[in-house]
């Protein structure tokens, strides 16, 4: 099969592709971190829960299987990480809880709930940052003409014919920007979020 047809999901779960888990790992560290410091933690445990959970995720990540359902891969992380910081709650069940941690107890508690607030925010962060992240992973593979006449066009909102007069380009080469870079763009985000 060839490499550039999978995914970076399909890449990153096959135990010889270590520079495609470093990537799943660069994209996700980010976004995992912003989400354990919304949860009254200290740094260092906030450090230690999002290797806990990409220690899960590496672990059972050639067993996950795909529903074909939008989100899916989604779902399962956010699971994953709501159960690491329902055991960390736990375990500090007899200290005692710092401000607001009982709300976000129940915070996580919607988290677990598809249909929730809670659940519904965590699928709009988690697809703008993997889009933004997968964007500047995609970017070194086009020239720079390229990748400016898709950013004017969907990036800024730019018409085409308004791109290809500001750039001196043929009108085509503003559409062949666009499909090739979202085409890239879609291989890479296949299963990690719903629609490019």
Known sequence: MNET???????????????????????????LKAWMRRSFLQDADVDDLV??????VSRELPNFEHSGRPGAFRHWLRTVAVHRLQHHWRSRQQQP???????FLDELNQLED???AAS??????????????LLEQVRPRFQPQTWEAFRRQMLDGQRP???AAQMG????????????????????????????
């Open 5 to 31: 047809s999978l995914s970076l999901l399909g890449r990153a779960r096959r135990p010889d592709d270590a520079e495609s888990w470093q990537r799943l790992v660069s994209l996700y560290t980010p976004l």
């Open 51 to 56: 290797q806990e959970v990409l220690l899960t």
């Open 97 to 103: 809880l710092a401000r607001g941690a009982s709300s």
């Open 114 to 116: 598809d249909a929730s």
């Open 120 to 133: 519904r925010e965590w699928n709009a962060e988690h697809d703008r940052h993997v889009v933004s992240q």
């Open 161 to 163: 014919d308004a791109v």
């Open 169 to 196: 380009i043929p009108i085509q080469a503003v559409y062949v920007a666009r499909s090739r870079v979202l085409s890239a763009l879609r291989r890479e985000a296949e299963g990690l979020i719903d629609h490019v």
